[in-house]
Structures are given as structure tokens and as C-alpha cells.
């Protein structure tokens, strides 16, 4: 028996202008499908680690909060265009290091995005800012880096939510782009499988 998989694939004319995906189907084996289905699980496992933002999606400033400290860390990549803001949770080492965004050579953010259709040319870590010409910032909820997310507390993932409720704000993004299941879980405190919300 096997299975058929819908594979996306997708073409821009340029900026936010994404075509209609055309559908490529592909036949997938059994043994594929329970690989597939275990490596769901193994990001399911790692992804169950329970963080509370208080603040749960509400984007209204909270005035009475104090920010205990800034670090400096990635400077975000956001203009006064924005229409779309990728937030992710925090910078890894490598990234930090060159003082660009998703910069670790296994990273597969610039490939994945740019397969998506929102950006009509390649671009590595090294042009992030070139984003900008595409109405794309980038930006995340803590600037400490750490080799993993488990290595930052949830104090630290409040306090980077009130300083995103004030940069939605000021940069006024038409959407806002959580970059992972962790990140996405960690604010909206809702459980994901397989990539889609159960709410």
C-alpha cells in the first residue's frame, strides 16, 4: 500500500505577491510515512516543555511591566514598510557571532523562504536586511543567544513579549509571522500536531 503526498511548489512575481500554489503529487511509502510521522513526533517531544507569557496575544502595552535589562544582541531588521514581521524566539550562537539572521549553515530559513514565493530572488544570512525590499522585517522575542531555547526562561520570553507588543505598534505589520511550533505555543498557549492548530 502507499501513500500520495501533496509537494507544494510555488512561484513569485515579486514582493508580497504570492501566485496560487501549483500541487506535484509524489508517492510515498509506507516506511517513509512512519519516519515522517516520527520525526512529528520527536519535534512534538521537544516542543513540550511548558512556558507561560502572561500576556497571551493581548497586544495592548503593559506600562506597569519593568524590563529588567536589554541585551543588545541581533539588531532587528524593521522599517516603517513592514507589511509582514517574522518573529522567532532567540538567536542562535553562529548568528549572534555575525551579527546576522539565521546564520548556522544547517539554517534552512532563506532556502524555505524564498521556496515559499515571498521573496522573488535567493538571499543568504549575509543580505538579510535586503528583506526590506520586500516588506519583510525580522525580529525576535529575546536578543540573549543561547545554543538552545531551553536555556531561556520565561521571565526572559515576557519581558521580549512586551517589548514585541510595542514594535507591533509603532511598525504596524499587516501580519505577524511566529518562526516555529515552540515560539508559536509559547505566546498563543495553544498545542499544535502536525503543524496545525487544534483550536
Known amino acids: 500500500e502507499m501513500c500520495i503526498r501533496d509537494r507544494v511548489s510555488t512561484q513569485s512575481t515579486g514582493g508580497m ?22 520525526a512529528f513526533r520527536k519535534v512534538e517531544k521537544m516542543c ?7 500576556s497571551n496575544l493581548d497586544f495592548t502595552p503593559n ?8 541585551h543588545k544582541g541581533l539588531p532587528d531588521i524593521l522599517d516603517n514598510n513592514v507589511k509582514l514581521i517574522i518573529v522567532g524566539d532567540n538567536p542562535g550562537i ?15 530559513f532563506w532556502e524555505l523562504l524564498y521556496e515559499s514565493g ?12 535586503n528583506l ?17 531555547t531551553d536555556e531561556v526562561s520565561s521571565k526572559e520570553f515576557n ?24 515560539i508559536y505555543q509559547t505566546v498563543t498557549n495553544r498545542q499544535v500536531r502536525y503543524f496545525i492548530a487544534l483550536d
Open 63 to 70: 506600562k506597569k511591566m519593568k524590563i529588567s535589562s536589554v
Open 94 to 108: 553562529q548568528s549572534f557571532k555575525q551579527q546576522h539572521w539565521y546564520a548556522h549553515s544547517t539554517n534552512q
Open 48 to 54: 513540550s516543555k511548558k512556558r507561560t507569557v502572561t
Open 118 to 129: 515571498l521573496i522573488p530572488e535567493p538571499l543568504t544570512s549575509l543580505e538579510d536586511r
Open 17 to 38: 505577491n504570492v501566485s496560487p500554489p501549483k500541487l506535484e503529487l509524489e508517492v510515498v511509502s509506507p516506511e517513509e510515512l512512519e519516519a515522517i510521522d516520527e
Open 132 to 148: 526590506l525590499r520586500y516588506g519583510i522585517g525580522l525580529t525576535c522575542l529575546v536578543k540573549r543567544e543561547t545554543k538552545t
Open 159 to 182: 519581558e521580549g513579549f512586551e517589548i514585541l507588543k510595542k514594535k507591533v505598534h509603532r511598525f504596524k505589520p499587516k501580519i505577524l509571522c511566529f518562526n516555529g511550533i515552540g
